[in-house]
């Protein structure tokens, strides 16, 4: 008897394929059921998928579906005859009643499809099982490689839309759905905010402006800090008011204050780190130089004038005062203020006995004007005579003295501000009058400075605009005043001083000696005053370079012999190459480690010219720039150079402690993200990058992403930083380990093989935005668009910024359905999320600068912390969601990654 032999046939459905088809056939809108999860590949007969591809192929050029179609389409293809024919497709159309069950059949065909691609994977882990030369953990490599890849298949095809990478969030939306524009708003750099009052320079005018006044401007162009560590000139895209928060004050050891949020980063040597993690002893950057003047010009009588009054200036009585006691200043001082014109100097009276500081008072020439009176009082005889008036009733009228209408019409004075406008009522206007304001008192109150005490002057904001030659003149004259040259051993090369009991006045000069190169240390100290002690400030110039570019650049007048001595100790003590402060902090060594490599310190101190039994005490003391440069060239390494001769001074944090709630603001400044904010360089994450890279790398599905406020080079290193899960700064600045360059290597080549597509052309209009879309589609065949953001797209030029921001939003939704894709687009919130009370939740109405994004969007999504201080903690709150339910979701942030993970929480039983 012959041995029976079982045959086993794949799985499949004939009559479920059959159907499919023939509903496809009967109903043209029947293909939108099935065409997100059944694939041509799923049909087991080579006939009905050669149909199959042909109905989605009409269905993606919005031709109808019917016999006639897919006939002539096939024939095209050359394969009619080989299916069947015409009459095969008309056969197929009886084999079903109706399309209404199409989905049930299509999943019907899609599961015998898994089933058979199981049965694929089964027999090549069989074949990898009996080939001998793998041993049993690469075979097990193997075979979970291809469970896994299958696993992923089937799950990715069960979701309808695009997915995110992100578990729950894919679960509430099934994916992003095809033709629908989802909005992802959150505002700018949350919570890492300064103060209202932190000053910032305006590099369009040279003025010190605070970060209230910018952002409310909206307008300013500012010193940022570069890749390579130079100062150079930007422009803020986007200003943040962020409402009130709690603050904390750092004072550094060169005497800079700042007050800025918890969160708010500031540069060390080992990368951006937030004020809370910053101790006393941290060493922060500081800028070494800001040359930045302003355009304007004064008259050079007029800015010895303005120094003189801000030095030793007595400003609280009727008229300005001067005390000094050097002969040629007083004589500069004199010289100076009779060119206002209509004014004289008066020396006040000595005492023989007790002889004081020469005083210089400023008086107007001739208040009382005798030409005047003797005019005023033949007027006023006459208008008596003709008016039949006495003296004394017309003392009477104006409640006046008779014996003052008497001085009158003597000629021995004229009516005062109080009896002038009375006097005009009754004879007329033209009446003379006192002039006692003199010019100089008028334009010292324009300033804002007369009335003023010692402790509350400040230097005018004018000043800030003035040029380089009228600043160095303003300087020299200030320490003239308050100033001091000590030559000789103290401080190793002696050192130059200006002291004040006012800290606005002190902390204004230091800020403008660093727009000469110039650094000083500003210091409190407590002195004597009337019996007790009060608050005053010291700024110290010290150190060879900073004393002889004070000497050539600005000097100070009646003091020019300590200068010069000081000149030539300085100069000796920069040829010796004296002990400075300004060095780098002790964590440079790691890099030059690192850069140095397997050459020996010997080999390097050869290369560096110095004998071999050199010690340069490698991470135990602090280098100078001046050896960074030296080990920099005999490296050839640009990045120690950089750090050489970078515009950063390194300074020290000596204190930091909370300091109250304030309103602060923040600025974004694009490729930067950084801005220098009271002479301190300071700091300003994308949840939509690391979708698209989630959909790119993961299920290798291409995304186009377009870039409107980033670089692409500044978006890579982003994917960079979040695929090899390093530190971003480390990869900024170069400190990589070599663990850090194995991940990086990885991460390079799976980014490589990502099909991401980014373009970094800056303010795209829609119709550029939508050309470049359609050829993506056609090149490429993108699954996701990404824009960031949209409020920097560019539109037409209409009546107002919502008008053109709903033509915008409108726009990307007609692309969306267009291309049959999601777009992620990316907005802003109005800050009237900050002043709303109690929770900072955002809301729909939140959403910047048009109603009609929420109008538009079919999903609007928003990112915010309930503790603004917590910045890992993330909330992702679905607020409209068209299809589907509303739903808050729990984020993780990385910011040293800069990357989002999903959430764990725990679920209720």
Not at 738 to 753: P, Q, R, W
Request: charged fraction near 30%; charge should be positive.
């Amino acid at each position: 008897m012959a041995e029976q032999v079982s045959i086993r046939i794949p799985a499949h459905s004939n009559e479920a394929e059959e159907s499919v088809l023939g509903a496809l056939l009967l109903d043209k809108d029947a293909i939108i059921a099935v065409a997100e999860f059944l694939h041509p590949e799923d049909f087991y007969d080579e006939r009905h998928k050669n149909i199959y591809e042909c109905c989605l192929e009409l269905y993606e050029e919005r031709v109808p579906i019917d016999v006639l179609t897919v006939a002539e389409r096939l024939k095209k293809r050359k394969v009619l005859k080989r299916i069947g024919g015409a009459s095969y497709l008309a056969g197929l159309t009886n084999k079903v009643p109706t399309a209404a069950h199409v989905e049930h059949y299509g999943r019907i065909v899609k599961d015998a499809s898994t089933k058979r691609s199981l049965m694929t994977a089964a027999s090549k882990l069989l074949d990898f099982s009996l080939d001998e030369g793998l041993k049993a953990d690469e075979l097990l490599d193997k075979a979970e490689a291809e469970i896994f890849a299958l696993t992923q298949r089937h799950l990715a095809e069960g979701l309808r839309g695009v997915p995110t990478g992100f578990k729950d969030l894919d679960d509430t939306l099934a994916g992003m759905q095809k033709s629908n524009l989802l909005i992802l708003a959150s505002r700018p750099g949350i919570g890492k905010c300064v103060a209202g009052d932190t000053l910032i320079v305006n590099l369009e005018t040279g003025k010190r402006q605070t970060i209230e006044s910018i952002v409310s401007q909206k307008r300013g162009k500012i010193s940022t800090l570069n890749e390579n560590l130079k100062l150079k000139e930007a422009r803020p895209s986007v200003f943040v008011d962020d409402g009130e928060k709690p603050v904390y004050e750092i004072r550094t050891a060169l005497g800079n204050r700042l007050e800025a949020t918890a969160v708010h980063p500031l540069l060390t040597i080992d990368g951006w780190k937030k004020v809370e993690e910053l101790n006393d002893g941290v060493r922060i950057a500081v800028p070494r130089k800001m040359e930045f003047f302003g355009k304007k010009s004064w008259e050079d009588w007029k800015v010895k004038s303005l120094a003189y009054f801000l030095g030793d200036g007595g400003l609280t009585s009727l008229s300005p005062r001067f005390t000094n006691s050097n002969p040629v200043v007083l004589s500069d001082f004199c010289d100076s203020i009779v060119k206002f014109g209509g004014v004289t100097t008066k020396y006040s009276k000595q005492s023989k006995l007790r002889p004081r500081t020469p005083t210089v008072a400023v008086a107007k020439i001739d208040p009382y004007r005798s030409n005047s009176r003797k005019v005023f009082a033949e007027r006023i005889k006459e208008w008596l005579t003709e008016m039949g008036l006495s003296q004394r009733r017309l003392a009477l009228n104006l409640k006046v003295s008779p014996s003052l209408v008497n001085y009158w019409a003597s000629g021995i004075s004229l009516p005062g501000p109080l009896t002038h406008p009375k006097l005009e009522k009754l004879m007329g206007a033209g009446i003379e009058k006192i002039d006692r304001e003199n010019p100089v008192t008028k334009w010292l109150s324009d300033l804002n400075l007369m009335g003023k005490l010692a402790i509350e002057k400040e230097i005018p904001a004018e000043v800030f605009e003035l040029s380089r030659d009228n600043l160095s003149l303003f300087l020299n004259r200030l320490f003239a005043c308050e100033g001091s040259a000590m030559p000789g051993k103290i401080k190793g090369s002696g050192r130059i001083s200006f002291s004040s009991s006012s800290y606005k006045l002190a902390e204004g000069v230091k800020h403008l000696l660093l727009r000469f190169g110039i650094l000083a240390r500003l210091r409190d100290k407590r002195i004597k005053y009337k019996g007790g002690l009060r608050n005053a400030y010291e700024l110290e110039i010290m150190g060879a370079k900073n004393i002889l570019t004070f000497i050539d650049e600005i000097g100070i007048l009646g003091k020019e012999l300590k200068v010069e001595k000081l000149r030539k100790l300085a100069e000796s003590k920069e040829a010796s190459k004296n002990w400075s402060k300004d060095t780098l902090p002790l964590g440079v060594w790691k890099l030059i480690i690192e850069v140095k490599g397997k050459l020996s310190w010997r080999d390097l101190y050869k290369r560096m010219d110095r004998p071999l039994s050199h010690n340069i005490h490698v991470n135990k003391r602090q280098l100078r720039r001046e050896t960074l440069k030296e080990i920099a060239l005999a490296l050839n390494s640009k990045k120690l150079l950089d750090l050489a001769e970078s515009d950063v001074y390194w300074d020290r944090i000596v204190s930091v402690k909370l300091s109250g709630m304030k309103r602060v603001y923040d600025l974004t400044v694009d490729k930067t993200h950084n801005f220098v904010a009271n002479d301190i360089v300071v700091h300003n994450t994308s949840l939509a990058l690391n979708i698209a890279q989630n959909l790119a790398v993961k299920y290798k599905r291409p995304v186009g992403f377009f870039s409107l406020e980033m670089s692409k080079e500044e978006l890579v290193d982003r994917l960079l930083v979040a695929q090899a899960d390093i530190d971003a700064w480390r990869l900024k600045t170069g400190k990589l380990t070599e663990d850090d360059f194995t991940k990086l290597s990885n991460a390079m080549g799976e980014l490589a093989e990502a099909p991401l597509y980014i373009d970094d052309t800056p303010a795209l209009s829609i119709l550029e935005m939508r050309t470049k879309a359609r050829r993506l589609q056609v090149e490429a065949g993108i699954d996701l668009l990404v824009v960031d953001y949209l409020q920097l797209a560019r539109s037409r030029q209409l009546e107002n910024r919502v008008q053109e921001v709903s033509e915008i939003s409108q726009g990307l939704k007609n692309l969306a359905r267009e291309l049959k894709i999601p777009i992620l687009a990316i907005s802003q919130l109005s800050r009237a999320v900050e002043q709303r009370g109690g929770q900072k939740k955002p809301q729909l109405a939140d959403l910047r600068e048009s109603g009609s994004i929420e109008q538009d969007a079919d999903v609007v999504m928003f990112i915010w912390r309930e503790e603004e201080e917590n910045t890992e903690n993330i909330n992702l709150d679905i607020a409209k969601h068209r299809n589907g339910p509303l739903k808050s979701l729990q984020l993780f942030f990385k910011g040293d990654r800069i990357k989002f993970y999903g959430r764990e929480t725990k679920r209720e039983k």
